[in-house]
C-alpha cells in the first residue's frame, strides 16, 4: 500500500467516495516516473457543528482529535457562535486499503462542552471514518488522497438542565420515607445524534450524584440532562409504583425491574414530577433473588450480545435489583475476550461496591474495539442481604447463569467501517384476486388481507405500541374524498363484506440489505416530517418490528427488519379518521449497521396508484343500503357480483331527477335531488300560476300536455359518479345496448347534491332519457367510461379496473298525455304499464279513484288506457264537467292531427283542465337484480326517492 500526495492537480487519478461522503480537493500529480510523489500519511480537515437539543448553537465547546499528529501532540478546535468548528492539520498514518479498514480504525474526536457558562452540558465522543480510497491503482498499489475533508455533520450535546422530583412513601403506610438514597443512571439520549453516514457519537455520563430524601420524604434531582432516557433507583428499596407521570423510555426499552423506574426528560421547562413513590425496603427474610438490573453503557439491553458504548473502556459499572452483600473482589471476576477457540483474558485491575445496589470492575487495559466480551463473577459473591443467591433477569437479555459464574455476554464498542447498503422502496397495489370486491373493479387497493396476515404494533411519540385496526381495511392511497364512493362501491358490489375503506393509507415495500441491523424511516412533506405511524407486515422470511421512536426534528421511527430480505410498511395517519397521507409525500428511509451507524438512504414519492372507475350511483339511501323500503336486503343487496369476466355490476339509475330541466340553466350546482324544482313540466303561464298548482305541496308537481312533451323533448345531462377526483379525456363512450345517444361532456369536480358521494360527477348528454331508461330494462345494457376520465395522477382506466356502468330502469311511468272526448277518457304514459293501481281525480266536487284493473278500462296498446264516461257516473261523479276547473288554453298536443286513432271528436280549441293523479300505476320493467317486476310512484315516495305524487292536468276536448 502506498500513499500519494494529490495537492496538485493530475487528470489521471480515479477517485471514489468514501463512507462519510469525503470531499477531495484533489489527485496526484506525476513524478518523472509517471506516479504521484509518494507520502507516508494523509493530512486533512474535519469540520461539523455542536448543538444542543433545542437546536441551538453551542459556542466555546472545545473538539480534540486524539490520533497522531505532525507535532506529536492533540489538535483542538473550538466552536463559534453558530457553534461550528473547523480542525486542520488532521493526520492519520496506516490506512488500510481493504474493506474493512481496520488498520488505524475511525477518526476519534473529543468534545468537551464549555465551562463557566449559566448552562452545562454533557460531553461526548464522535467516530468517523477516514477511508479515501480510489478506485484505481498506481504501479500495482492502492492510491490514497491526501487533503482529504471530512465533516461529522451536527451534533446535539444535551444540557444539563431538567429536574427530577418526588416524594419517597411507604408502599404499606403511606408514611414519608427520610433520609433515602436516590440516584439516577443514564441510559442514553432521546433523539438521534448524527444525520452524517459514517458517523457514530456516544455520550460520557455516568450515575447521577444521589441525592437524601428530606423529613417529608420530598427529594429533588437537578442538573439532570435534558432529552434522555435515566433509570432512577433507591437504596435498599424496590420501587411498587408511582403516582404521578414518568414519561416512558424509548431507548434500549420499557421493561423495567423491581429496584427500578424507567423514564425520560424533554427540557428544562417540562420538569419531571413523580409525585408519590411507592417503596418496599429489601429485608433479610426475603426470597426474591437478585438480578443485575442494568450495566451503564449498553446501548440495548435486550440484544443476547449487548452493544457497549465507546465511553465504557476500562470500567464496568453493574446496577443490581436489591441491597447486595459485600463480598465482590477482583478475584471473583474474569474478563475473557473473543470467541472460542481464540480468546485471551484481559487483566482485572479492581472490583468493588461503591454502594449497596451497584458493583464496579476495573481493567488494567483498555478494551479493544469490536470484541466480544465476556464478564464472569463468582455467583457466591453475588447475593442480596438475605442470602439469596443471584439470578438470571428477565429485563435484560445478556445476562445468563452457569454452575458457579454469572455471565454477561457484551461487545465492545466499533464505529462499524463499513456502513450499511441503502434499502430498497417501492409503492405496492396488491388486489386480492380471489377477493369478491374485484369481481366489479380494482379501483381499491387492497393491502391487507387480515385472515393471513400479521401485522405488528407501530409506536406513537410516547413510544405506546399501537395494534393495526382489528377491522380489515381495504385501503389505497388517494384523496379524502374518494372514501364515500369507495366504500359505497366495497358495499355494493360485496353486502357481506364487513371491511371498511380507508383512504390516505399507503403501502410500501422494503428490500433489506443483508448488511443492515436496522432502518430509521420518515415521511415527509415539504421538508417536514408528518405524524403517522408505520406498520411491519410479518411475511414468511422475518418478523419486522417497529422498534423505537426518535425525535429527530420531527416523527421518526427505527425499523427492525427481524431477519428479513424484503417486507411491507403501512403508512396511516396517527391520529384516527385524518387523512394524512397524500400522493406526493416523500417516504424516507436510512440504514444502520450494528454500531447504530447511520448507512445508504433512498426516498419514494408517494403516488396515487389506484386507477379511477366509477362509484356506485348514490341516488338515494335506499340504493346506497341504507334506506330500507320494500326493496328488502337493502345495503348494496341489490347488486349481486357477476363473476371476474363481467362487466362493472355498478349501477347508473335512470331516474326523473337526472333529468331534470333546470339543469340547463342552472347547472349542477344548485340542484337537489328532492327539491321543487324536479319535473317542472309546466309551460303555460296561466296553469303554472294557478292557485290549484301554487297551493300544492312543494314535492308535488303537476304537468300539463305541452309541458311534459317540453319536458320530453329536453336533451338532459346525466352525472356518473367516480371514485375519485378526475378530469375528462375528451374520449368517447362505449356502450352496449344503448340505442340512444350518449356523449361525454365534460367531469364536474367537488359535486356533493347530485349523489351525496362527494365524488366527481362524469357529465353525459344523453339523446333521450326515455329511450335510455327502455334500453335499461333488460339489465344487460352498460356505459363503458374508461376512454373518457384520467385520474390527477394522470392514469386512466384500464381492463382490470373495468369503469362501466349496468344500467336499471328504477323510474315509475310518467304521464304524458290525458282527454275527455265526451264520450272516453284517455290516458297515455312514456312506457308500457301493468293494468294495476288507480287513477284519481282531484277537486273540490270531483273526487273519485278509478281502479285501472276494472274490467270497463281498456288498454289501448301497452302504455295507453282508456275508460268511458260512465265510469266516474257510477263512481258518484254527476257532473263530469265539474272534473274541469282549470283555466282553458289551447294545445298542439289535442290536435285533431295528434290525436287520430285515439278519438273521432274534432278537438275543442281552448280545452279546459282537470287534475288527476297516478301514483300506485306500475310500470312493467323487471329489475334484473332485484327481480321486482313494476316500478310505481307511491314506493318511489316510500323509498325517498323524490316525487310524492305525480299529476297531470288533463283536458275536456268534448265539444
Known amino acids: 500500500m502506498r500513499f500519494f500526495n494529490g495537492r496538485f492537480m493530475a487528470a489521471r487519478c480515479l477517485l471514489s467516495a468514501s463512507s462519510v461522503a469525503l470531499v477531495l480537493s484533489a489527485c496526484s500529480s506525476p513524478n518523472d516516473d509517471g506516479e504521484p510523489p509518494q507520502v507516508t500519511s494523509l493530512t486533512g480537515t474535519i469540520t461539523g457543528t455542536i448543538l444542543d437539543t433545542d437546536g441551538t448553537p453551542i459556542a466555546g465547546a472545545i473538539v480534540r482529535y486524539a490520533g497522531a499528529t505532525e507535532s506529536g501532540s492533540a489538535l483542538a478546535a473550538t466552536t463559534n457562535a453558530d457553534g461550528q468548528f473547523s480542525m486542520s492539520g488532521v493526520t492519520v498514518t496506516g490506512v488500510s486499503g481493504t474493506a474493512t479498514n481496520d488498520a ?18 454533557m460531553g461526548a465522543t464522535v467516530q468517523a471514518l477516514p477511508t479515501a480510497q480510489s478506485t484505481g491503482t498506481v504501479g500495482g498499489g492502492t492510491v490514497f488522497i491526501d487533503n482529504f475533508n471530512v465533516g461529522v455533520g451536527v451534533v446535539r450535546l444535551p444540557a444539563l438542565a431538567s429536574t427530577v422530583s418526588g416524594v419517597l412513601r411507604d408502599s404499606s403506610t403511606g408514611a414519608a420515607l427520610a433520609g433515602a438514597s436516590v440516584s439516577l443512571d443514564f441510559v442514553g ?7 452524517v453516514t459514517g458517523v457514530a457519537t456516544s455520550y460520557d455520563a455516568g450515575s447521577l450524584l444521589p441525592v437524601i430524601s428530606a423529613a417529608d420524604g420530598r427529594f429533588e434531582l437537578t442538573s439532570v440532562f435534558n432529552d434522555s432516557c435515566l433509570q432512577l433507583s433507591v437504596s435498599g428499596f424496590r420501587i411498587d409504583g408511582i403516582s404521578g407521570s414518568a414519561p416512558p423510555c424509548p431507548i434500549g426499552g420499557t421493561a423495567t425491574d423491581t429496584a427500578t423506574l424507567n423514564l425520560r426528560t424533554r427540557n428544562a421547562s417540562s420538569p419531571v414530577q413523580l409525585a408519590s413513590v411507592a417503596l418496599t425496603p429489601f429485608t433479610s427474610a426475603d426470597t426474591t433473588p437478585p438480578v443485575v438490573s442494568s450495566l451503564d453503557g449498553v446501548i440495548d439491553p435486550t440484544q443476547a450480545q449487548a452493544r457497549l458504548e465507546s465511553r465504557v473502556t476500562t470500567t464496568f459499572t453493574l446496577r443490581f435489583s436489591e441491597p447486595m452483600q459485600a463480598a465482590l473482589d477482583a478475584g471473583d471476576v474474569a474478563v475473557v475476550l473473543g470467541t472460542a477457540p481464540n480468546q485471551t483474558a484481559a487483566a482485572v485491575a479492581s472490583a468493588s461496591q461503591p454502594d449497596a445496589v451497584s458493583a464496579q470492575i476495573v481493567l488494567a487495559q483498555p478494551l479493544p474495539a469490536n470484541t466480544a466480551v465476556s464478564l464472569r463473577i463468582a455467583r457466591e459473591a453475588l447475593k442480596d442481604s438475605a442470602g439469596n443467591g443471584i439470578a438470571d433477569g428477565s429485563t435484560i437479555a445478556y445476562d445468563s447463569l452457569s454452575s458457579q459464574e454469572l455471565v454477561l455476554s457484551l461487545i465492545s464498542f466499533a464505529s462499524n467501517n463499513t456502513v450499511a447498503s441503502a434499502a430498497t422502496a417501492s409503492q405496492l397495489a396488491t388486489p386480492a ?18 385472515a393471513a396476515t400479521t401485522i405488528n404494533p407501530a409506536l406513537t411519540p410516547t ?39 380507508q383512504t390516505g393509507t399507503a403501502r410500501v415495500r422494503i428490500g433489506a440489505p443483508a448488511d443492515a441491523t436496522d432502518f430509521v424511516v420518515s415521511l415527509e412533506r415539504g421538508g417536514v416530517k408528518q405524524d403517522v405511524l408505520f406498520y411491519p407486515v410479518v411475511n414468511s422470511s422475518g418478523n419486522p418490528r417497529n422498534s423505537q421512536f426518535i425525535d429527530n426534528s420531527g416523527p421518526t421511527y427505527v425499523i427492525t427488519p427481524g431477519g428479513a430480505s424484503s417486507f411491507d410498511l403501512l403508512i396511516v395517519s396517527r391520529v384516527p379518521a385524518s387523512v394524512v397521507v397524500q400522493p406526493g409525500d416523500v417516504f424516507k428511509i436510512t440504514s444502520r449497521n450494528a454500531g447504530g451507524v447511520l448507512g445508504g438512504s433512498s426516498s419514494l414519492t408517494l403516488q396515487d396508484i389506484g386507477r379511477p372507475s366509477v362509484a356506485l350511483q348514490l341516488l338515494d339511501a335506499i340504493i346506497a343500503g341504507a334506506g330500507g323500503g320494500t ?15 363481467s362487466p362493472a355490476t355498478v349501477l347508473l339509475s335512470i331516474t326523473p331527477q337526472a333529468a331534470d330541466v333546470n339543469d340547463s340553466s342552472s347547472g349542477y350546482a ?17 296553469l303554472r300560476n294557478d292557485s290549484i298548482v301554487t297551493t300544492l305541496p312543494a314535492t308535488s308537481t303537476i304537468g300539463d300536455a305541452d309541458g311534459t312533451q317540453a319536458f320530453l323533448a329536453t336533451a338532459p345531462v346525466l352525472g356518473i359518479a367516480l371514485t375519485e377526483p378526475s378530469v375528462s379525456t375528451g374520449g368517447a363512450l362505449v356502450t352496449s345496448g344503448v340505442s340512444t345517444t350518449v356523449s361525454a361532456s365534460g367531469v364536474l369536480n367537488g359535486v356533493t347534491n347530485e349523489d351525496g358521494s362527494q365524488s366527481d360527477l362524469l357529465a353525459m348528454a344523453v339523446g333521450g332519457v326515455f329511450a335510455l331508461a327502455a334500453d335499461a330494462s333488460p339489465g344487460t345494457a352498460t356505459i363503458d367510461v374508461s376512454a373518457a376520465i384520467r385520474d390527477r395522477n394522470g392514469l386512466t382506466p384500464d381492463t382490470a379496473t373495468r369503469a362501466q356502468v ?38 273540490d266536487s270531483c273526487r273519485v279513484s278509478i281502479n285501472v284493473a276494472d274490467s270497463d278500462v281498456s288498454v289501448v296498446d301497452a302504455r295507453t288506457l282508456s275508460f268511458p264516461a260512465s265510469k266516474l257516473a257510477t263512481a258518484g261523479v254527476a257532473d263530469i264537467n265539474a272534473c274541469f276547473v282549470l283555466p282553458a288554453y289551447a294545445e298542439d298536443a289535442y290536435s285533431a292531427a295528434a290525436l287520430a286513432g285515439l278519438t273521432s271528436v274534432t278537438p275543442v280549441a281552448t280545452p279546459r283542465h282537470g287534475t288527476v293523479s297516478y301514483a300506485n300505476v306500475p310500470d312493467t320493467s323487471t329489475d334484473p337484480i332485484t327481480s321486482r317486476v313494476g316500478h310505481d310512484w307511491a314506493t318511489w315516495s316510500a323509498e325517498r326517492l323524490g316525487i310524492t305524487t305525480p299529476r297531470f292536468a288533463i283536458a275536456n276536448i268534448a265539444p
Open 806 to 843: 349496468r344500467l336499471r330502469d328504477l323510474m315509475p311511468p310518467l304521464m304524458t298525455l290525458g282527454f275527455y272526448d265526451g264520450s272516453q277518457f284517455v290516458i297515455r304514459f312514456n312506457e308500457p304499464i301493468t293494468k294495476t293501481g288507480a287513477i284519481a281525480f282531484e277537486s
Open 463 to 501: 413510544s405506546t405500541a399501537v395494534a393495526y385496526d382489528s377491522a380489515p381495511a381495504l385501503e389505497q392511497l388517494n384523496s379524502s374524498g374518494a372514501t364515500a364512493a369507495l366504500a359505497a362501491l366495497k358495499t355494493a358490489i360485496a353486502p357481506a363484506d364487513t371491511r371498511s375503506v
Open 189 to 195: 439520549v432521546e433523539f438521534g445524534s448524527s444525520t
Open 433 to 450: 384476486v380471489n377477493d369478491l370486491a374485484y369481481l366489479s373493479t380494482d379501483a381499491l387497493i387492497d393491502t391487507v388481507d387480515a
Open 631 to 645: 326493496y328488502t336486503g337493502g345495503g348494496g343487496g341489490v347488486i349481486t357480483p357477476g363473476g371476474a369476466s
Open 104 to 121: 488505524n480504525g475511525p477518526i476519534t474526536l473529543a468534545i468537551a462542552p464549555p465551562t463557566g457558562g449559566s448552562v452545562r452540558y
Open 670 to 686: 344548485a340542484d337537489s335531488w328532492r327539491g321543487d324544482q324536479e319535473l317542472l313540466g309546466l309551460s303555460h303561464v296561466e
